[in-house]
């Protein structure tokens, strides 16, 4: 069995940190068919992916753990819109929004930073609008998770386009789903 590891947030920020590195070097300079494909029905392009990360790192994540910090879950927080990309990336390139995605993501980690959470904050509660009770801790790990599914995400849109081109090795690749 696999061992899991406790949240620490110094690692959550190193992780988050690579996470536009990671993207520019998995999509920038790739042809469009690569980065506007996805995978079927209700999935995310890459492209979308990119803009769909601008949009939590600005309106989920660093807000969400203000809100713990500041009103614990006296309130729920406000609803995220997670299809809110479509509309703020049009027009925009693959290496435009990778640029903004670095950019974003290097502010939010300062802000993250500079709210100084101890340890024993991580704890604190707060209302998720969907879920009920939710703490920073779980907050803040999600926010590295969500990061790591949809660096996964791309990876499997980008696999779906060779999807008839490997044959019969699909079924041995776990990116594919099984027949």
Request: charged share 25%.
């Given at each position: 069995?696999?061992?899991?590891?406790?949240?620490k947030l110094d690692e959550a920020i190193e992780v988050l940190?690579?996470?536009p590195a990671v993207l520019?070097?998995?999509l920038d300079g790739l042809?469009?068919?690569w980065t506007s494909n996805n995978y079927g029905p209700e999935t995310f392009s890459p492209f979308d992916v990119?803009?769909?990360?601008?949009?939590a790192d600005d309106a989920d994540w660093i807000p969400r753990a203000r809100h713990i910090l500041q009103s614990q879950d006296s309130k729920p927080f406000e609803p995220f819109?997670?299809?809110a990309m479509y509309e703020a990336s049009r027009g925009k390139t693959i290496r435009q929004l990778l640029e903004e995605f670095a950019e974003v993501r290097q502010q939010?980690?300062?802000e993250l930073v500079a709210l100084e959470i101890g340890e024993s904050q991580l704890d604190l509660p707060g209302h998720h609008p969907q879920l009920g009770k939710v703490t920073l801790r779980q907050?803040?790990?999600t926010w590295v998770a969500h990061d790591l599914n949809h660096i996964h995400q791309v990876a499997k849109s980008m696999a779906h386009q060779y999807r008839g081109a490997v044959g019969p090795w699909a079924g041995h690749l776990g990116v594919y789903p099984k027949s």
């Open positions: 069995m696999a061992s899991k590891i406790d949240f940190s690579r996470t520019r070097a998995m042809p469009e068919h990119v803009g769909h990360l601008i949009h819109d997670r299809y939010k980690l300062n907050l803040l790990a």
